[in-house]
């Protein structure tokens, strides 16, 4: 298996520019979720899928930021508009919902600059 | 709610001395618990984890972890570092495959 894949690896925007993260999780894995890691505050946790619902979005900091699943293979997270402070390496995960002691799969993250 | 502590946010030791990361967790049920670790610009690759099975986990690169219930601990050690365990370290407990509660992370320093 190819592992969780994520593009694109970087990222190089300007402020109030609209940036679009992608995830391909692995294949029946029916949970997705998307982080944001930064030296300030560490690993976040944005959102969560589960069988392509959002399920918990808490995490995700503003209206500026969006995420879908339209269906089991892929997901999106959208920035519109970028800001500096969403500089940032975002991470999606995978895991299947059964047997529920699995554990997630990282992609390799994209690292997002916004200048 | 669950929550995890890592109690130390930066270990130093020596090349071939052991290594001990500590993890404290609070979950109302029996979770799931894992350790990751992060090298510099990487991404998260599984350590090990316990999934109420045995209570002494052996995980990669010669590393294990013991689940006390009784102390709420699972500590992560290797009984002789090497220059490439270098890195961050994160505790994660989980119930039910969801929830995965992330502790803050302890970078792991090896000096030579």
């Known amino acids: 298996d190819a592992g969780v894949i994520q593009s694109p690896r970087h990222e190089v925007t300007e402020m109030g520019q609209e940036v679009t993260l992608r995830c391909k999780p692995i294949s029946g894995h029916n949970s997705l979720f998307w982080y944001r890691q930064t030296m300030m505050r560490g690993l976040e946790l944005l959102i969560y899928?589960?069988?392509?619902?959002?399920?918990?979005d808490s995490g995700m900091p503003e209206d500026r930021f969006s995420a879908k699943m339209p269906n089991a293979s892929f997901s999106t997270l959208k920035i519109q508009p970028s800001e500096p402070r969403d500089s940032a390496v975002y991470f999606c995960?995978?895991?299947?919902?059964?047997?529920?002691?699995?554990?997630?799969?990282f992609g390799p993250g994209t690292r997002l600059t916004v200048l | 709610a669950q929550s995890v502590t890592q109690l130390d946010s930066h270990v130093s030791v020596s090349e071939g001395t052991p290594v001990l990361l500590r993890c404290n967790y609070s979950?109302?049920?029996?979770?799931?618990l894992f350790w990751y670790v992060q090298h510099p610009n990487k991404g998260l690759q599984l350590l090990l984890k316990?999934?109420?099975?045995?209570?002494l986990v052996k995980g990669i690169n010669g590393f294990e972890a013991e689940f006390k219930k009784s102390e709420t601990s699972f500590h992560l050690t290797k009984p002789s570092a090497h220059m490439s365990d270098a890195a961050e370290y994160f505790c994660v407990v989980s119930l039910y495959g969801q929830n995965f509660v992330f502790g803050p992370g302890t970078r792991l320093s090896v000096l030579p």
């Open positions: 979950s109302s049920y029996s979770p799931s």
């Open positions: 899928f589960n069988n392509n619902v959002p399920i918990d």
């Open positions: 316990y999934t109420s099975a045995a209570t």
């Open positions: 995960a995978s895991t299947p919902l059964w047997p529920a002691y699995n554990e997630q799969f």
